[in-house]
C-alpha cells in the first residue's frame, strides 16, 4: 500500500479472485502475507486486500491471533485510520479487506527526499496521535507505530497495519516463533524489556518517528534493530540528543520518550500540542 510507482501487476502465482474479488494488482508483500489491489462488491471503491501467507495459514496459533487482529481493527473508527471493508479469517487462507488509500510511506520519503519541514512533521504528529488516541479508546494499543506503518496523503497521515494491536488489558509483552512481536527499531523501553504495555508505549514509539521525521535520523542512531532496541532500553541512562531538533518541537519530543510510561503525555494531549504548535 502507498508504493509511489502505483500497484505492479499480478505474478502468474498469485490467485485472479478471492471470495467474489477481482484483483487488479500487487500492492505489496510483507512477512504476513500479499496485498493486492481491487474494488468493493459494487465497483465503487478502491480496496486493499491482504491474502495471508499459505504456511501461516496452516498454524492454527497464527489463525487465532489473526481473527483477533481483525475483530480489533474492526473495533477501531476514527481520524486517520483506514477503515475495514470486509474479511473472512476462517478461509483457507484468510484475508482482511480495507480501504485502499494512495499515498507514499513515511519511510520511502524520508529515503527519498531526507527530513521534512517543521510544519509537516507537527500536522503528521498531531494527525497520528488523533489516529492512536481513538485505538486506545478502544482499549486497544497499536504496538507496531513505526514510519513504514504510516501513510503520506493529500489528506494527511493514515496509520496503516493492527497486525499487532492487542487489548491494553493484557498487552505483555507478545512473542510469535521464539520472536517478540514489534519491529525493535520502534518499541518503547518497556516493550523492548519484555515489560506490560499501556497505551503510553504507543506514544512512545510515536515520538520515535516524530524525532526521525525531523532529521531523517534515528534518535538513538544507527546499528541492526536490535542494537537500537537495546539502546531504548536503557535510555533512562542514556537517552538520545535532542539537540538537533527545532526548540519548537522539542519539549513534546522530550515529553513522548519519557523512559518511564506515567511520565508520558496522552496521544490526546500530543494532538492538541501539535495542533496549538
Known amino acids: 500500500m502507498g508504493d509511489p510507482r502505483g500497484p505492479e ?5 498469485d490467485p485472479r479472485e478471492i471470495a467474489g474479488y477481482r484483483l487488479q494488482g500487487r500492492i ?6 500479499t496485498v493486492y489491489l481491487t474494488r468493493s462488491r459494487d465497483g465503487r471503491l478502491p480496496v486493499a486486500l491482504k491474502l495471508i501467507r499459505r504456511e501461516h495459514a496452516r498454524n492454527d496459533k497464527f489463525r487465532a491471533r489473526f481473527a483477533r487482529e481483525v475483530e480489533a481493527a474492526r473495533s477501531v473508527h476514527g481520524p486517520h485510520l483506514v477503515p475495514v471493508v470486509d474479511h473472512d479469517a476462517t478461509a483457507e487462507r484468510p484475508w482482511l479487506a480495507t480501504r485502499y488509500i494512495p499515498g507514499v510511506p513515511l519511510d520511502a520519503t524520508l529515503r527519498r527526499l531526507g527530513p521534512l519541514p517543521l510544519d509537516r512533521v507537527l500536522r503528521l504528529t498531531a494527525g497520528t496521535a488523533l489516529a492512536l488516541a481513538a485505538v486506545h479508546a478502544a482499549g486497544l494499543i497499536h504496538r507496531d507505530v513505526k514510519p513504514a506503518n504510516l501513510l503520506l496523503t493529500a489528506e494527511g497521515p493514515w496509520l496503516l497495519d493492527f497486525g499487532v494491536a492487542r487489548a491494553a488489558d493484557g498487552a505483555s509483552a507478545l512473542t510469535t516463533a521464539g520472536r517478540m512481536v514489534g519491529t525493535p527499531k520502534y518499541m518503547s523501553p518497556e516493550h523492548a524489556l519484555g515489560r506490560e504495555l499501556t ?7 510515536l515520538g520515535l518517528v516524530a524525532a526521525e521525521a525531523l532529521t531523517a535520523r534515528h534518535p538513538f542512531g544507527e546499528g541492526s534493530g536490535f542494537v537500537i532496541a537495546t539502546r531504548i532500553a536503557g ?14 518541537i522539542r519539549p513534546v519530543l522530550a515529553a513522548a520518550l519519557a523512559p518511564r510510561p506515567e511520565d508520558r503525555p496522552t496521544s490526546t494531549e500530543i494532538a492538541t500540542w501539535c495542533a496549538d504548535a
Open 9 to 13: 501487476p499480478l505474478r502468474d502465482e
Open 235 to 248: 535510555t533512562a541512562h542514556e537517552p538520545p540528543d535532542l539537540g538537533v531538533h527545532p526548540p519548537r
Open 28 to 33: 505489496g508483500e510483507g512477512g504476513m502475507g
Open 199 to 205: 497505551p503510553a508505549s504507543d506514544v512512545f514509539t
